[in-house]
């Protein structure tokens, strides 16, 4: 019985008092803020220092990614949107109408997400509308981050101070 007791206390459902929730959080966002259009940053900033070989990998890999994201709007965006839409409404119901707070936790890591999204579809667009390559490529990959890490940075401080408030509304300990 102890290793069900142990297992059911490391997954716990009360997120906000969880510290792989807190982990997770981290991860998701430095992952977000690293990987923009599915490219490292690191690439960009390499591409602006050296040019050459590093310059014509990042517009390759912003080539093939944008192209693909645009590919998938256009074949499937609507039903993604009502899916996405759909998820989120749901767990936005089950975390305030009925208090669940595994669905609150789920809706503050998705919903900011979801805006991370429309915002590099719109990068994408951009990209692919005005064939941007080298410094303003590098550039508007910059700016993309930036708006990402201004999501990020919202939604860490909104997730950790709503965790806080059910933390002292239900106690640390249940």
Not at 7 to 31: K, P, Y
Not at 79 to 87: A, E, P, Q, S
Not at 116 to 136: F, P, Y
């Amino acid at each position: 019985m102890e290793l069900l007791d142990t297992l059911v206390e490391l997954i716990d459902m009360r997120s906000f008092s969880n510290l792989w929730f807190w982990i997770a959080l981290a991860v998701v966002w430095s992952s977000a803020s690293h990987w923009v259009l599915g490219v490292p940053i690191d690439l960009v900033y390499r591409a602006g220092r050296n040019g050459g070989q590093a310059e014509l990998d990042l517009e390759d890999l912003v080539r093939v990614n944008v192209n693909r994201m645009l590919y998938i709007v256009q074949v499937s965006g609507a039903w993604l949107l009502g899916f996405v839409c759909f998820i989120l409404s749901g767990l936005l119901v089950l975390g305030v109408v009925y208090d669940v707070e595994f669905a609150q936790a789920v809706f503050l890591l998705l919903f900011p997400l979801a805006l991370v999204g429309c915002v590099s579809l719109a990068t994408a667009n951009k990209i692919a509308r005005d064939h941007v390559m080298g410094e303003g490529l590098r550039k508007l990959l910059v700016r993309c981050r930036i708006y990402i890490q201004m999501i990020g940075t919202i939604a860490i401080f909104v997730t950790a101070m709503w965790g806080m408030y059910q933390n002292l509304k239900y106690g640390f300990l249940g």
